[in-house]
Nanobody, 124 residues
Framework: VQLQASGGGLVQAGGSLRLSCAAS????????VAWFRQVPGKEREFVAA????????KYTDSVKGRFSISRDYAENTVYLQMNSLKPEDTAVYYC??????????????????WGQGTLVTVSS
């Protein structure tokens, strides 16, 4: 299964973007799907995760109330709606999937299947 992340771009602070993570050659059924982000010189940071079956979600504190992760069964896609964007949200965003234990859903080491990344740039 290949993951295809898209939707990144340049936006002004306070603006919105919606990222998409589509699965090709398979489905997300039974998986946890997560978004991480990374800036040069820093470790990959957890942003949000969703259980494909059941829909449980988790967010890192810095995005709570601004970002929303969701899934579309028909499109076999996970979305990350990002509102009230801040310059510190600038990063390459990656989606990943794993049959990870829910308690480890914020650990990038628990994910083996990653998309290629999409760049989000928030200008001040």
């Amino acid at each position: 299964v290949q993951l295809q992340a898209s939707g990144g771009g340049l936006v002004q602070a306070g603006g919105s973007l919606r990222l998409s993570c589509a699965a090709s050659g398979g489905t997300f059924s039974g998986y946890t799907v997560a978004w991480f982000r990374q800036v040069p010189g820093k470790e990959r940071e957890f942003v949000a995760a969703i259980r494909w079956s059941g829909g449980g979600t988790k967010y890192t504190d810095s995005v709570k109330g601004r970002f929303s992760i969701s899934r579309d069964y028909a499109e076999n896609t996970v979305y990350l709606q990002m509102n009230s964007l801040k310059p510190e949200d600038t990063a390459v965003y990656y989606c990943a999937k794993s049959r990870v234990i829910w308690g480890r859903n914020d650990d990038p080491g628990a994910y083996a299947n990653w998309g290629q990344g999409t760049l989000v740039t928030v200008s001040s």
